[in-house]
């Protein structure tokens, strides 16, 4: 055998360890009390660790088996080539089912292993039971990998040459995008185990309620930054000219993060006002109750066809029963002890912060189920009456849009509103200039924009009245700090924002959603697409763009054969397209020219060639640059929240 072969020998060895020490980290707390010795839960934390050391051993082995092009092991055969480039040999480990469940338990372990850390002090007492249920999740998760989705089995006899990876996912995004939505699947999973440890030790809900709230955030803004690093690769891979097309696979990570925002604005009512505890525990399993539902879709086929399950009916068993425990198990412990935790208050006016969050969440809520219902009710359909349907774009942009939308307006709103009681004509004198320039951002759209829009004008008019309070709070909290100190506003404005930084965190992810809303508003309803062959020396004319085909060529790449087409843009600047055919798989692929400024991208594409002509795509997205940038300063503004540990600053 060669050190490749020994190698994944050894790594499959390991994740045959991990299961035993996983059960093990699941039952410890229950032989502590059985056998009445209180030190054996310890051995949860213990497990943790020893989970993590197991699973990275699997990872490397399986990681060096693609490097070294060990196609010994059939899912590397599956998913590599000998003449694919590195980085996405590496990538490879994930680009398939099996090694994207493997992904899966290694984040899990991960995340483990972090609250093993951090909890070791602040919640010693229940730390053990919370790593217990992680402890499941991973029995749970290895017993799919090893018995029916195993990455480590071998192939006899060895093929000369594997089949190589997806050719759609060979590229760059590929290696940071799953992974970056992996955390945030995965990482729900710490706020799931802490409330389910609070259901079952009657935790009090003043003491888990921050430990929860940061682990709950940090999934959020991973899951956040996973998503829109998807919406970027489609776009510029794909060739379609989108981002976001309500695709099932993408409505599976949109579930999850409507619920998870939800969450994250709860927990400050329950912060602030002691409001709303059951809700939160009960939003929290229903996030990574969602996640898993999200990937085991995905993941199992039935996305893509419904029936996939018959062609391995022993995998669709098992997520099915491994759903059914895990999330029935988890709803039947709320119902059993959510009714035990400390009644909230109610909220004392209908104008307030809290008022309008709840609000936010039932929005946030009934958003998600819209999303639940589009994407599954068309499986249900043809499982139960043989029927299918399709529930396409149209659906969700006049139902969930519009409610995201007024999510907008109230991100607006409700940092303007006190906690309790807010007066009308107090909240209008704070809001006035603020409301006024949103108005006018939207009559400026609706007079300005063609074609005419509503739609755009609300969606313009709420993101610069969001944008407008926030510049409003931080100027109010810097000229306080100026008069308090005696110092110059500019440097007080930025030591305000840094003392505070967890309430101005969350206003800068504010801001990024506003310049996101805007961004999607424009490249939504005012891109400009036409499609029509060429020959070299012919142009098209998009918008207020002239393209010219100039040269179409032959190319060649490590492992494909490509036609490459030569672009110029208004005179000038040259973009470039190409229709790719890989050597292994014969499966064609396109390469997008994109020039983008902060206004628009003029993205072009090649298609097919008849007769000597060659069709050619062109489209003008507007501000598209504006949906990557808002996308940034959230993934800030939640890195932010979390770098301050201090309550945050509560005004009135």
Known sequence: MTPSQHLIELGHFAVMLALPAALLQALAPLLARALRRPELATIAVRGAWLQLALALIGWVALTQAFVSDNFSVWYVAQNSNSALPLIYKITAVWGGHEGSLYLWYVILATWSAALAWAGRRAIADRLPVALAVQGALCVGFLGLILFLSNPFARLLPVPGDGRDLNPLLQDPGMAIHPP??????????????????????????????????????????????????????????????????????????????????????????????????????????????????????????????????????????????????????????????????????????????????????????????????????????????????????????????????????????????????AEPSALWARIKWQALCGAAAGVLTLALARPVSVLAALSVGFAVFAIATVVEDLLRGGRSLARAEQRALPGALLANAWRARRHYGALLAHVGVAIATIGLAAAGLFREHVMVSLLPGDALQVGKHRVELTAFAPARGPNYDAERATFRLDGGIELHSERRTYHASRMPTTESGIHSTPLRDVYVVLGETRDGRHTVSAYVNPLVQWIWAGSALIALGVALCLGERRPAARTA
Not at 382 to 403: G, L, R
Request: glycine share 10%.
């Open 180 to 421: 970056m939505l992996y955390m945030g699947y995965v990482g729900f999973s710490i706020p799931f185990a802490l409330v389910l440890t609070a259901l079952l030790t009657r935790w009090p809900a003043e003491d888990w309620l921050p430990v929860v709230r940061r682990w709950a955030l940090a999934a959020f803004g991973f899951l956040t930054t996973g998503i829109v690093l998807g919406g970027a690769w489609a776009y510029y891979e794909l060739g379609w000219g989108g981002y976001w097309a309500w695709d099932p696979v993408e409505n599976a990570s949109f579930m999850p993060w409507l619920t998870g925002a939800a969450l994250v604005h709860s927990l400050m009512v329950q912060d602030s006002r002691r409001m709303l505890a059951s809700w939160n525990l009960f939003l929290a399993i229903l996030t990574f109750s969602l996640s898993l539902l999200g990937t085991f879709l995905v993941r199992s086929g039935v996305l893509s066809s419904v029936h996939a399950f018959a062609v391995d009916p022993g995998r669709g068993a098992y997520i099915l029963a491994f759903l059914a425990i895990v999330v029935g198990g988890a709803f039947g412990v709320f119902l059993w002890r959510g009714g035990q935790v400390q009644t909230s208050p109610k909220p004392t006016a209908w104008l307030s912060r809290e008022s309008l969050l709840l609000a936010n969440n039932v929005l946030f809520t009934v958003a998600g189920a819209c999303v639940f219902l589009g994407t599954l009710y068309p499986l249900f359909l043809d499982v139960t009456a043989e029927q299918k349907i399709t529930v396409a774009a149209p659906y969700f942009n006049s139902v969930v849009v519009p409610q995201l939308l007024v999510l907008v307006l109230l991100m607006g709103l409700t940092p303007s509103l006190p906690w309790r009681r």
